[in-house]
């Protein structure tokens, strides 16, 4: 609505409205002084970066992390997501990630003969983790058997102990 008097009113359409807009904001400009294609306050000589400026993605998403306490959720990420590359093929073929919080790893093997052998090679597959994913992030390798069925429901279930032994 333009104009004193209230009871006419005149519509402008909307792209006139922004052109509007635009006019005044370069007549703006050009009283200051600027003119297009001049450095920004940021190119400008002695001036040091603030908080108002651009920041990079990666900073930001860093500083972010580290505020909410993401560390170890994101390493952890990293490790599945990288699960074959970090142990080898032969070994993630066998063993599959359980976990890994504050420093203990747990994997699950696929047999007990797999289990046996991973856990006599805990400190290469230590030092493989401090390879890729940074020192100190795993510590101690906890290695699970494989897991069989359960023998203690069904409708043809055998009172007593069972077969124990016989998985892990």
């Known amino acids: 609505m333009w104009g004193n008097n209230t009871s006419t009113s005149v519509r402008i359409p909307p792209d ?5 807009a635009l006019a005044r904001a370069r007549r703006a400009a050009r009283a200051k002084g600027l003119r297009p294609g001049d450095p920004s306050r940021h ?13 990079l993605v990666s ?14 959720q994101i390493v952890a990420g990293t490790l599945a997501a990288r699960w074959a590359q970090v ?38 597959l230590i ?9 100190g992030t795993v510590v101690q390798v906890h290695v699970l058997g494989p897991v069989g069925p359960g023998f203690g429901r069904g409708r043809l279930r055998v009172p007593g102990r069972g077969p124990r032994d016989t998985w892990g």
Do not use: F, I
């Not at 190119?43 to 920041?55: K, L, M, N, V």
């Not at 900073?59 to 170890?72: H, N, Q, R, Y």
């Open 16 to 20: 006139q409205v922004a052109r509007l």
């Open 43 to 55: 190119d400008r000589p002695g001036r040091s970066p603030d908080a108002r400026d651009p920041q």
């Open 59 to 72: 900073a930001t998403t860093k500083a972010l992390v580290a505020d909410m306490g993401w560390d170890a």
């Open 87 to 124: 142990v080898g093929q032969q070994v993630a073929d066998h063993c599959e990630l359980v976990s890994l919080e504050a420093g203990l790893l747990t994997v699950r093997a696929s047999s007990t003969a797999w289990k046996t052998e991973l856990s006599l090679q805990t400190s290469s």
């Open 127 to 135: 030092a493989r983790c401090d390879e890729e994913l940074g020192h």
